[in-house]
């Protein structure tokens, strides 16, 4: 209940769900923007892109702007942008408007990864840091679960009905309207706070991390978000709504993991969670172009959920444990410019793959993409990363 009761938690749980429902509430709707505008698959799944492109160069900004100038002004104009935009792609005309309010929509959208972490960072101690990603991880996958349903059912009523969901970012808008953040991390010049900022980014540990959440991204937007509901449709007869109930499966095994993280990172360290989720994955992409069946894809599903339980909030909370406050936006700027860079690599990537092998090898590809990244946490990443102590001291936090 005591994280039931703090504004902080609930703000940053508040923007996660909102960033994931950016992407994930149109996934069963994005085959059939082919049908609706006629327009090719590759085409269709530029109004996934078209959100995650702008993260690219204003996820980093947003950061460094949080760092400089306090994280309230930046949460209340990345807030305002993310529900403006997703009003105006609902009364989109024709698809290169909708593609235009997608952009403006993930320019919002893109700091919300970024802001989360931070602000969970800025309001509780070192010791609760793997616990409160944990259940950061937990709404994350609960919202990853519950908006590809709900955005299905939506779009069986009508698809500009599922590009309106983005209204449920007020009540969060004015959370934070409300809830006192940091202010300002530093009163050092410009110069100064991008030297230490580079300084801490380019360390041999968070190169790696920042490299794993790339993958981490590429991979979960090639197979899982890109070819998933394309096997659904087209090997399956799925539609949009059934879609979203077989990915389920996969945002149950990811909060059900993230929401056990803190019990278990205090009997395991985050590199071997890390590495046991890449096992998960790797069973996951295997397995699934051998599905007999439509809901048999729920068990492969699954297992790539429990790995993205263990993997996601393991590297967060990695990145957040030794950095100062005045340098959290830097760091998960940089983070969040390379999520969104996975965001918008994995569509083309795989999408090209499917156009020249098939869907089943898709799934192969991300699993060869899984073994790269679990020779990284096994080969580079343990040898670099030693164990850190917990603190039992709360971050000093300025208030707005």
């Known amino acids: 209940m005591s994280i039931l009761r703090s504004p902080h938690a609930l703000l940053a749980f508040g923007m996660t769900t909102c960033m994931i429902m950016g992407n994930n509430s149109i996934v069963p709707v994005v085959p059939l923007m082919r049908d609706i505008f006629g327009i090719s698959p590759a085409s269709a799944s530029l109004a996934i892109t078209a959100f995650t492109l702008p993260g690219i160069v204003f996820s980093p900004l947003s950061g460094l702007l949080a760092d400089r100038y306090g994280r309230?002004?930046?949460?209340?104009?990345?807030?305002?942008?993310?529900?403006?935009?997703?009003?105006?792609?609902?009364?989109?005309?024709?698809?290169p408007m909708l593609l235009a309010c997608r952009f403006l929509q993930g320019v919002g959208g893109g700091a919300l990864g970024v802001l989360n972490a931070m602000i969970i960072a800025d309001s509780f101690p070192r010791s609760e840091l793997s616990r409160m990603m944990g259940y950061n991880g937990t709404v994350l996958s609960l919202s990853t679960a519950m908006y590809p349903l709900i955005g299905g059912v939506l779009a069986l009523i009508g698809w500009r009905a599922?590009?309106?969901?983005p209204l449920i970012a007020l009540p969060v808008f004015f959370l934070a309207l409300r809830t006192p953040l940091q202010g300002p991390g530093s009163s050092t010049g410009l110069g100064e706070y991008m030297r230490e900022s580079w300084r801490i980014s380019r360390s041999s540990r968070n190169v790696l991390l920042f490299t794993l959440t790339f993958l981490t991204f590429t991979m979960l937007y090639g197979p899982m978000v890109t070819s998933l509901p394309m096997m659904g449709r087209d090997v399956f007869s799925l539609n949009p709504a059934a879609?979203?109930?077989?990915t389920i499966a996969s945002s149950l095994g990811a909060a059900i993991m993230a929401s056990q993280l803190g019990r278990l990172s205090?009997?395991?360290?985050?590199?071997?969670?890390m590495?046991?989720?890449?096992?998960f994955y790797i069973a996951a992409l295997i397995i699934f172009p051998f599905m007999p069946t439509a809901w048999m894809l729920a068990l492969p599903a699954l297992l790539f959920g429990c790995g993205q339980g263990l993997n996601i909030s393991s590297i967060q909370a990695l990145l957040m444990a030794d950095t100062p406050a005045g340098q959290r936006g830097a760091i998960m700027a940089v983070n969040g410019m390379l999520l969104r860079l996975g965001q918008t690599t994995g569509p083309i990537l795989f999408g090209a793959i499917i156009a020249a092998f098939g869907i089943g090898t898709s799934f192969h590809a991300g699993a060869i993409l899984a073994c790269i990244m679990l020779g990284l946490v096994v080969f580079r990443l343990n040898r670099i990363t030693a164990p850190s102590g917990d603190g039992d001291t709360p971050p000093s936090r300025k208030e707005d």
Request: net charge positive; with cysteine.
């Open 72 to 95: 309230k002004p930046v949460a209340l104009v990345s807030l305002a942008l993310f529900c403006l935009g997703g009003v105006l792609c609902a009364l989109a005309p024709n698809f």
């Open 162 to 165: 599922t590009f309106a969901l």
């Open 243 to 246: 879609i979203g109930s077989v």
């Open 266 to 273: 205090r009997r395991y360290s985050s590199v071997r969670l």
């Open 275 to 279: 590495a046991v989720a890449q096992f």
